[in-house]
Each structure stands twice: as C-alpha cells, then as structure tokens.
C-alpha cells in the first residue's frame, strides 16, 4: 500500500475533528512520514517530517493491522512492532480512534 493511500485513510476515518488535542507523527521508515496535527479544527494530516509530541515508529503493514483491528496497540508496542517516541499518552488515546 502507498504512502497516499495510507494518508488518505486516515483523513477518511478522522474527518474534520478526531478530538486528540495534539500532534502525532507515524514514523514507516522508508516508506515515508505521516503527520497529524489535532491541535486545530479542521485537523491537518499530511506527509510532512515536523516535531509531533508523539511519534509512533512501525512500519506501514503493522499500522494497516492496527487500522483494520487486526493487531492490538500494546501487543504491537510489547512485541516490538511499535516504538513510541514521546507523549505514551497521547498514543494510548489514538488507538481506540483508529480502530
């Protein structure tokens, strides 16, 4: 799946306001950035490199799993398939959003 596709989702399931409060950035490694900022309304998703206050670091097939319910948050940050970088808060609250 693309980096675009992958963005699109995202802006799809979020819609205008997901409610966070905060900056997020998913880190896929060589397959690009994805950053959300939920700090304002309409909320901003893009694939810019900025400072987040969270950065959740995995690759793209392991968010598409926690996207489609296939693989639990903490099992995926337990395991290993999921560094998190920053505000462990603010990652606790993004994973009931993207389910």
Do not use: W
Not at 11 to 24: F, M, N, R, S
């Amino acid at each position: 799946m693309s980096l675009e596709l992958v963005t699109a989702g995202l802006k799809e399931k979020i819609g205008e306001d997901c409610g966070l409060g905060a900056t997020v950035k998913f880190d896929f490694g060589d397959n690009g950035k994805l950053f959300l900022d939920a700090t304002q309304t309409p909320n901003i998703i893009n694939n810019d490199d900025a400072d987040a206050q969270c950065t959740m670091v995995l690759s793209m097939e392991n968010f598409m799993s926690m996207a489609a319910g296939e693989l639990d948050g903490t099992a995926a940050f337990m395991s290993g398939k999921l560094k998190i970088q920053g505000d462990m808060g603010i990652a606790m609250k993004l994973g009931p959003m993207l389910a």
